[in-house]
């Protein structure tokens, strides 16, 4: 049986920072709002909206501040403006009709100039749990969003970490993202009794941290 879902990223996200381990993982996340965008692309320089229900890629924009002015990126389109107010303006017109949130852009390794992110799906069997998969997903070319619907590429996890960051030892690397896996699990299964499979999206950033980007209750 699969086990409850639970749909909410924010509900997730609060879950994982409750917990020192793994706080530091997780990219700066906030409810959507016009101060809260304008405060994170002054922090950050560019930051990833999604709705905070969904999968999939659906809905998620980037957004980014730069010497153009302002802009956002949805699939393969993307718009730049003189000033915040007209971006976001722009930006309401183009988000799907749900609850969104904001996530800190991460500067993800990459693949020939595509960004690549990572999938471990883990299942619950009896009162333990597996690993079923660990891989990497490569954009297709021209989007940032990973996703196989949207056309992204899988291939292992030890091959993806040895292309997109050859500098980096690959071993440690998958082996910190099991650790790191294991930690949330206990954690999740403790806010969210009745879970019975998870779905991590990590993703590795050019300089090698490991970051949560989100994770599901019913991976696909």
């Known amino acids: 049986m699969a086990g409850r879902e639970l749909a909410s990223k924010l509900l997730k996200t609060a879950a994982l920072l409750s917990d020192s381990r793994v706080a530091g993982y997780i990219p700066r996340t906030r409810e959507y709002s016009a101060a809260g965008l304008s405060a994170m692309l002054g922090s950050y320089g560019n930051v990833v909206i999604k709705p905070v229900v969904g999968g999939g890629g659906y809905g998620v924009i980037k957004v980014f ?3 153009r002015g ?3 990126t949805y699939m393969q389109n993307t718009r730049i403006y003189g000033d915040f107010t007209s971006m976001r303006q722009a930006l309401d017109r183009f988000k799907v009709k749900r609850k969104y949130l904001i996530q800190q852009g ?3 390794a990459r693949i020939s100039g595509r960004p ?3 999938r471990v799906k883990v299942v619950k069997v009896g009162d333990h749990w597996e690993f079923r998969s660990m ?3 490569v954009a297709r070319p021209g ?3 990973t996703n196989l619907c949207k056309g992204g590429t899988m291939l292992s996890c030890r091959q993806g970490l040895r292309r997109s960051l050859p500098r980096v030892g690959t071993s440690s690397k998958k082996a910190e993202m099991r650790r790191l896996t294991i930690v949330c699990i ?3 299964e ?3 009794p009745g879970i019975g499979e998870l779905g991590f999206d990590y993703a590795v950033d050019h300089r090698g941290k490991i970051w949560i980007l989100e994770v599901n209750t019913r991976p696909k």
């Open 186 to 188: 206990e954690l999740l």
């Open 65 to 67: 501040r730069d010497h």
């Open 190 to 192: 403790r806010h969210f």
């Open 70 to 72: 302002y802009g956002f």
């Open 135 to 137: 891989v990497g997903r």
């Open 143 to 145: 989007l940032f969003v």
């Open 106 to 108: 991460i500067s993800l």
């Open 116 to 118: 690549i992110d990572y």
